[in-house]
């Protein structure tokens, strides 16, 4: 991983690689939600090297081994719609998470999330939450979402996206330095209807064929 204060960029060979595939205008939907739900189980490894744990013994075969179990409760927020693609390849590594989905559209004349769906609960159920979205364009999706977040109560908070406009960590580092934004790669600009260049073109039209 590339280390920024803040901003942690993949290295990782199957990730780039797993990247390209992904962007390559001629592949299919289901090609591209495969290739998504891959990215996501290997971008969410390198997410999670922090998470706390507590020692838990089991009985092997010969004997008695000390281990460790994860300590804390993990809940992912999926940003709908494209982030619900990336929910599957999470479930696979951490079976017992909990999931909240945010609904946010970015209005296209002016580029500012609208909110149209919220079922949080009242209070904050876990202890890490992990925001999914795979495109940081201008930031304001992910800004709006951890904004609601915080409201709720939650405390600890990561990004997890597959590809991010410098303007985006920019904007997203100002608005919450505390939050790790962790990304297959950093493309090289915004272009201007807000599109990440070179990118993959609309995350969710790609995902669900529309
Ligand atoms: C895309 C993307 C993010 C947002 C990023 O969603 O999935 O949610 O735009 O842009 P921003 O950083 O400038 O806010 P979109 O609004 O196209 O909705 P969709 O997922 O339903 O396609």
């Given amino acids: 991983m590339t280390t920024t204060e803040q901003l942690y960029v993949s290295k990782h060979p199957l990730v780039k690689h ?3 595939l992904l962007r390559d205008k001629t592949i299919d939907h289901r090609t591209f939600r495969e290739l998504v739900r891959e990215l996501t189980l290997l971008l969410t490894y390198e997410a999670t090297m922090d998470v706390a744990t507590k020692a838990h013994q089991v009985e092997t075969p010969m ?11 993990i809940g ?3 940003v709908m719609r494209a982030g619900m693609g990336m ?7 951490l079976p017992s ?3 909240w989905h945010i609904g946010l559209y970015r209005d296209e004349e002016t580029l500012r999330p609208v909110e149209y769906y919220n079922k949080l609960p009242d209070e904050a159920t876990v202890q890490i939450c992990m925001v999914l979205d795979p495109m940081l364009a201008t930031g304001g999706s992910a800004i709006a979402t951890i904004n609601i977040l915080k409201k709720w109560g939650a405390i ?3 990004y997890i996206g597959l590809l991010a406009a410098p303007e985006g960590v920019k904007a997203l580092s100002e608005a919450h330095p505390d939050v790790p934004i962790h ?3 950093l493309d090289e600009h915004l272009n201007d209807i807000g599109f990440i260049v070179p990118g993959l073109g609309d995350a969710g039209d790609r995902m ?3």
Avoid: F, S
């Fill in 87 to 93: 929910v599957d390849g999470i479930m696979e590594l």
């Fill in 63 to 73: 004997g008695t081994a000390t281990g460790v179990e994860v300590e804390e409760t």
């Fill in 97 to 99: 998470v909990q999931v």
């Fill in 208 to 210: 669900y064929g529309t």
């Fill in 18 to 20: 797993k990247l390209t």
């Fill in 156 to 158: 600890r908070i990561k």
């Fill in 183 to 185: 990304i297959a790669e």
């Fill in 76 to 78: 992912l927020v999926p």
